[in-house]
Structures are given as C-alpha cells and as structure tokens.
Antibody, heavy 127, light 110 residues
Framework: EVQLVESGGGLVKSGGSLRLSCAAS????????MNWVRQAPGKGLEWVSW????????YYADSVKGRFTISRDNAKNSLFLQMNSLTAEDTAVYFC????????????????????WGQGTMVAVSS | QSALTQPPSASGSPGQSVTISCTGT?????????VSWYQQHPGKAPKLMLY???RRPSGVPDRFSGSKSGNTASLTVSGLQAEDEADYYC??????????FGTGTKVTVL
C-alpha cells in the first residue's frame, strides 16, 4: 500500500523552529518528486515546497522562502521540512505529498499533479 | 499570488449533476493546461480527482469530468452520490515555479 506518514508537528512559540518528517512506503521513493502542502484551520490548501527526486530542483512558495528548507534522504525513504522563524501565519496542517508526474520538457519543469497525500501533521505557532 | 476563485458552495440531489468553476487569470489557469482537482472529506487528506484539466487517475469514477475555457476551469460531477459530498479544490501551475490552489467549494448532496 502506498503510504506517507508525517511526524514532528506540535506547538511552538513565534520565532521558533520545527522539523517535520515524512516516511514513505509502498512505492519507489527515489523515483518521485515530493512536496509539502499546508492547510490553515478552516482554510484552503497552500503549496509550500517541492523537491525533485534527485534533489536537483528545489522550489518554495514566496511565503516561506528563506525560512523553510526542504530535504530528502532517499536511502531512508524520507522527506523533511525544516521550519525556522515561525509565525502565527504558519499555523496549519502540513501534508507530505507525492508528485504524480512531472513535465521535464518545460524549463523549469512543471508538476502535473499531487497524487498521494499523507494524513498531515499539525503545526501550531503561538504568539 | 492570489488563490483561484471558486464558489463557496454547490449542491444537487442524488443522480443530478453539479458543476464547480475555478477562475484564475491569464498567468495561471489561462496560460497552462495544468489544472487539477482534489476532493477532501472532513478531517481527511485531499484526494486527486483530475489532472491536466481532463485526465482521471485510475480508480476515479468517470462521473467526474473536467474542462477549461479561457481563465476558467470546471469540474462536473454527474450522477451525484452521497459519498461525493465533500470539499473540492482546484489547483493550477502559476508560472515562476509556483502552484496555487482554489478557495474551495463545499458540495452538498441534498
């Protein structure tokens, strides 16, 4: 069974840091680009960051650029998100998401879908 | 970049059809055929329903279909069933290595 399981969420004070992890199983992790997508309480979805399978491409939403760092360990089938300088606006459920496929014929390449989602981990930032 | 605009709610009786719009700009929905749709039941993770405007992943019923005209994409659910009651979000590539989602639509099966 294809599965993504996030961990590492919790309550942190404004200005603090947190590191999220995502354990992947049931598919060839090294073959897929991965993402983090978040959802504030009662709100819509927001794409946060993308890392290609080989880590050659890494992109961030403007809202987290310079504060968040995405990384992966292909040997351990794991995805990470290091979050620094957290603010109340970062409060959300963070989903680990697999990219279904990527159009590598474009420059920069384009993700075509987010096809597998984890259940999410809640991050709450208190002021 | 602003979220794509969706109606807050839509509804239909079992067996009927409901169509949800997703309006963007000439820089996102209008510029690329990279629109996807996601279904989210309360407290659950989103599920991919359509990608590249009209393509269905395996396992998604053909009751779900998509289209696009100009800056607006649409998701149609035909033959509404009780389990279709959920929130639906569209998403589009927005250029400059950015992806944006819609504001979300709550579909109610009457």
């Amino acid at each position: 069974e294809v599965q993504l399981v996030e961990s590492g969420g919790g309550l942190v004070k404004s200005g603090g840091s947190l590191r999220l992890s995502c354990a992947a199983s049931g598919f060839s992790f090294t073959s897929y680009d991965m993402n983090w997508v978040r959802q504030a309480p009662g709100k819509g979805l927001e794409w946060v960051s993308w890392i290609s399978s080989s880590t050659n491409y890494i992109y961030y939403a403007d809202s987290v650029k310079g504060r968040f760092t995405i990384s992966r360990d292909n040997a351990k089938n794991s995805l990470f998100l290091q979050m620094n300088s957290l603010t109340a606006e970062d409060t959300a459920v963070y989903f680990c998401v697999r990219a279904g496929s990527t159009n590598w014929n474009r420059n920069p390449p384009v993700l075509l879908s987010f096809d597998v989602w984890g259940q999410g981990t809640m991050v709450a930032v208190s002021s | 970049q602003s979220a794509l605009t969706q109606p807050p709610s839509a509804s239909g009786s079992p067996g009927q059809s409901v169509t949800i719009s997703c309006t963007g700009t000439s820089s996102d929905v209008g510029a690329y055929n990279y629109v996807s749709w996601y279904q989210q039941h309360p407290g659950k993770a989103p599920k991919l329903m359509l990608y590249e405007v009209t393509r269905r992943p395996s396992g998604v019923p053909d009751r779900f279909s998509g289209s696009k005209s100009g800056n607006t994409a649409s998701l149609t659910v035909s033959g509404l069933q009780a389990e279709d009651e959920a929130d639906y979000y569209c998403s589009s590539y927005a250029g400059s290595k950015n992806y944006i989602f819609g504001t979300g639509t709550k579909v109610t099966v009457l």
